[in-house]
Each structure stands twice: as structure tokens, then as C-alpha cells.
């Protein structure tokens, strides 16, 4: 999984247009290779985001949840915690590479 595509379900405020077309951006530019289509691919990437992103929002719309909507800030300082972890355990673990 692309690690800049983020859950976008169960959320409060709920997730906008903009995060959806940009999750679709992002995974259209994993499964194709192409960061930016060159010119003659440039409608077939557009036509794919498009639709990746419409069938999201199908998705997000017909989700049934019992749970209380997740609160953005915290998912990004939950994140942030995650991400802090990771850089630590690969700090230690560069250290013992080199000898130290």
C-alpha cells in the first residue's frame, strides 16, 4: 500500500472532494509508475483519477460503521507517533550497522 493514500472513512468533519481526488491521484501514480504522464498519456491518467475517484466516493457513501467518527488531528498525531517510532528504530538500527 502507498503509504500517502490515507483511510478516508469515519471521519469528522467528513472526508471532502479534495481528499478523495488526491488519494486517487496518489494511487493512479503507483499503479501506473508515472509521478507526471507525458502528453499523450495525459488524458487516459486524468480518466483514471476520475474514476478512481468517483468509485471512492461510492465507497465512502455506502460504508456502515458503529463507530464514532475518527477526529482528524488526532489520527495525524497518532501518525506523527508512528512515524517518530520508525525513524528511532532505524536510527538505532544504523548505529549497530556501523559499528557503534
Known sequence: ???NIRTLHNFQPPTS?????AAALQYVRKVSGFNA????NQPAFEAAIDAVARVTTELLDSLVTNA???????EIQKARERWQKRAAR???????????
Open 68 to 74: 464514532p467518527p475518527r477526529e482528524r488531528e488526532a
Open 1 to 3: 500500500m502507498c503509504r
Open 17 to 21: 472532494p479534495e481528499e478523495i481526488h
Open 37 to 40: 504522464p507525458s502528453r499523450a
Open 90 to 100: 532505524g536510527a538505532r538500527g544504523s548505529s549497530r550497522a556501523d559499528g557503534s
